[in-house]
């Protein structure tokens, strides 16, 4: 991050405390920001941006510490967290991802949390970009017509994890892709193709402008097409951090027999909300009184309106939306529900294609 707008920020989070100070102070006490992945992908770069301007913002200034606990795709982490919703005096805070939501949306019977039960005060957009080898990203013409015959290796975390958003859309693209499951994070995915160990990856949005724009600067990685974002009527539109880069929808609807309506692009679509459009949330125990979940909401509305942050937050995280109280819940909302059709179409290809099953 740009060391001059991050100085800026702080000062700035130290002129405004006492626009929250009348809240119950966390002075002196130590916050933990739970991660349930390991240190090397997007949502470590997510949490460590907001630690530092939470910190400040926050009444009373607590320290913030991040902590991972990752595994099983981030249930176990989520599990953990589950069993702490007696601590909400404002210590604790849990940051989920799309791996996180997914398994719930698809009654995986490792999940033993409850969405519903938790009290969102931050909901994170973000993007990610698929790339490929300088040899295969030369040959992208804006279509996968000349590529799809290609034998690809893809390191993942597993199909019901946030890879689920790219192996369905390498399958409607007519993609052989073979998923080396077991990766512990995207980040490790990125080794991988750093390694020649896989030919096609892709990486949050995050990820990708701190660890992947290098490799293309470099010539050794070639950005192809992004997931996208939606727009104010929920239309997939072009990632606004890269707007020179098509978006999936533009790439389906050029490449021969890939479908953007029906109920095949209807599941693609309500994964694509729920690990991208609401991709990252801050959460609350659900034990966490009114007062305190106010001085988080406050805290965090203090830190995204402060002169600066869009551009120190489009650096890191890109130019998404952070959205806080009733949209942070109405995001959500949405992204932890699914239609019944949607839902059956995943789980069938599930099984299908990788012996998967929910029970």
């Keep these: 991050m740009n060391y ?9 989070m130290a002129a405004a405390m006492g626009t929250t100070a009348g809240a119950q102070s966390l002075e002196g006490k130590t916050v933990e920001y739970v991660i349930p992945f390991s240190e090397s992908g997007g949502s470590s770069q997510w949490a460590n941006f907001y630690v530092p301007l939470l910190s400040k913002a926050l009444p009373g200034a607590p320290t913030m510490v ?5 595994g099983a795709g981030s249930t176990e982490g989520a599990n953990w967290f589950q069993g702490q919703q007696d601590k909400g005096d404002g210590t604790l805070i849990f940051g989920d991802s799309g791996s996180t939501k997914f398994p719930y949306l698809l009654g995986d019977p490792r999940v033993r949390y409850e969405y519903k039960e938790w009290k969102p005060v931050l909901a994170s957009a973000t993007g990610g970009v698929v790339y490929l080898p300088p040899d295969l990203g030369e040959r992208f013409d804006g279509d996968m017509d000349d590529l799809k015959d290609e034998a690809y290796l893809y390191g993942s975390q597993g199909a019901t994890t946030l890879d689920l958003v790219p192996l369905l859309a390498f399958k409607m693209l007519g993609m052989t892709v073979d998923p080396v499951f077991g990766v512990e994070g995207r980040g490790d995915g990125r080794l991988m193709f750093e390694r020649g160990e896989a030919n096609i990856d ?5 990820a990708y ?4 724009q290098p ?8 950005p192809i097409f992004t997931w996208g974002a939606l727009d104010n009527d929920g239309n997939i539109v072009r990632d606004p951090t890269f707007p020179d880069l098509p978006s999936f929808k533009e790439v389906c609807e050029a490449t021969a027999d890939c479908p953007t309506e029906g109920v095949v692009w209807d599941a693609y679509k309500a994964f ?3 690990g991208f459009a609401n991709q990252k949330t801050i959460f609350l125990p659900s034990s966490a009184p009114q007062e305190v979940v106010d001085a988080y909401t406050a805290a965090i509305e203090q830190v995204v309106n402060a002169e600066g942050f869009a551009e120190s937050a489009e650096e890191v995280l890109g130019a998404y939306p952070q959205m806080t109280g009733a949209a942070a819940i109405e995001a959500t909302e949405q992204a932890t529900t699914i239609t019944p ?3 059956q179409y995943v789980l069938d290809w599930l099984k299908e294609d990788y012996g998967i099953t929910m029970d």
């Design 4 to 12: 001059h707008h991050t100085t800026a920020l702080a000062a700035i």
């Design 66 to 70: 991040v902590r991972y606990r990752p």
């Design 202 to 206: 892709y990486q949050t949005s995050s």
């Design 209 to 212: 402008l701190a660890n992947v």
């Design 215 to 222: 490799l293309v600067d470099d010539g050794l990685a070639v």
């Design 272 to 274: 694509f909300v729920a």
């Design 341 to 343: 059709e949607a839902k």
